[in-house]
């Protein structure tokens, strides 16, 4: 395995476990358990922030004349950080939403 596959499948991971980690945080949020479910956001933010960060150096390396050669594997991490993103905006509102009800 060459350093972009680790990269991507770095990437592909760390989605995963943010992706994983909101999901757990809504529903602990529907339980009526938000600090729980905080912590959780924690971590999925942080998961994110990783994925996001092996996502940053790959196009920095590209940027540097160092071509990175599209392929299914780099398409599939992509799905992956983008959709974990998105799971975890909306789920962070889902959330808020719940508190609001709530109270």
């Known amino acids: 395995m060459n350093e972009q596959e680790k990269?991507?499948?770095?990437?592909?991971?760390?989605?995963?476990d943010s992706r994983g980690a909101a999901f757990e945080a809504l529903r602990l949020a529907r339980k009526g358990k938000f600090e729980e479910a905080d912590k959780k956001?924690?971590?999925?933010?942080?998961?994110?922030?990783t994925a996001h960060e092996e996502q940053t150096t790959?196009?920095?390396?590209?940027?540097?004349?160092?071509?990175?050669?599209?392929?299914?594997l780099m398409v599939h991490a992509q799905d992956h950080l983008m959709n974990s993103l998105l799971a975890r905006d909306l789920i962070e509102e889902m959330?808020?939403?719940?508190?609001?009800?709530?109270?």
């Open 7 to 16: 990269s991507i499948f770095q990437i592909i991971s760390a989605a995963g």
């Open 58 to 72: 790959l196009i920095t390396k590209e940027i540097n004349g160092d071509k990175t050669e599209t392929t299914l």
């Open 95 to 103: 959330i808020e939403m719940l508190k609001e009800q709530k109270k």
């Open 41 to 49: 956001m924690k971590e999925a933010k942080e998961k994110s922030i």
